[in-house]
């Protein structure tokens, strides 16, 4: 365990799920993504492009 919080920012695409199709389960991506970071922020869903941002602007701050 470290002694200082780190922020791991990870970017967790969505996806949809879709009927079955031939008894197979079904997943479509989707533009959305949500994040999840090791200091036990989360986020989301949001656009991908937003989820980005949002990482960036989370680990560094709005300046
Ligand atoms: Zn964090």
Known sequence: MLAYTTHDVR???????LPP?????CFAPT???RLECSCGYTE???LKAMAKLTAHQ???GFA
């Open 11 to 17: 970017v967790v695409a969505e996806v949809a799920e």
């Open 21 to 25: 199709q031939d008894g197979w389960a």
């Open 44 to 46: 989301g869903p949001m």
């Open 31 to 33: 533009d959305q993504a």
């Open 58 to 60: 989370h680990i560094h």
